[in-house]
């Protein structure tokens, strides 16, 4: 299958040979004492500022520098491999995860370990898509591993009925103080039903469509995880950018979660 034809239907696109490799320099910043406790990821924003790194000068410009490697990377391979998206992607931040992926505490919410599709409370985004590449850091040998899930569709189909009514006056009250960063429409208010339903169902965690994918050490993989259902189960040291691109821009938008949504419930949802 073409390539964005896999990515559009919601499958992780895989690329095993691409020119990235650590400096002597960058394999030091390979621990977990290089986060601040404080943070659960470090983070480079949009406008390059550099979050959540413990440690002198030299090593906030090293990690600087490797996450600016990587984000580099990753819009030339999106922009050499989709050729449409070109003129529509936004970059967005890039996180780099020191952490164990098995060893995390944390919320069943907060529990990427579940499946899910990716929303955020705070940050409505009306069916923009958001277009993940990943890279396994791992100097150990480790893959890092997945569970991916069942087509997008037929997770709207199975939760569809458990979605809690829109209220637009609970929205506009969240964005008044301040909890989303602009209104939540209903489309953004229905992902999020979709991801807590799915991490809290532990039958659908157990039981759903589902197989597991292994990561080796340098390997890159591209997906829309606002689409494509996904659990991370185990592994050390990964980088991720973050793109959004209007669903307007894709070769096919009724793929895409609200094209899909809006065909299901027969109605406008932004
Ligand atoms: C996630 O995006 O849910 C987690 C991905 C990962 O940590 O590999
Ligand atoms: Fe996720």
Redesign the pocket.
Known sequence: MEAVKALEIGQVLRYKNLPFKLLPEEIELLTPDRIDPKVRNISFNAEGLLKGVVGDRVIQQNAKRLIQRFRELSVELIRTSFPKYVDSLKVAPTSF?PNL?ETRIQSWRAD?RRL?V?AFPSRPNYGERIL?V?INLNPAGVS?V?RVGEPFEEIVQRFKSDISPYSPLKAKILNSLGITKSYRSEYDHMMLNLHDLMKADTSYQASSAQKQVEFLPGEVWVCF?DQTA???MS?QF?M?QTLHLPASAQYNPDMSPLGVLEKVMGRRLT
């Open positions: 995860r992926v990427d899910h990716d993940r990943f890092r997945w995880s996904h659990a991370a592994g990964m991720e």
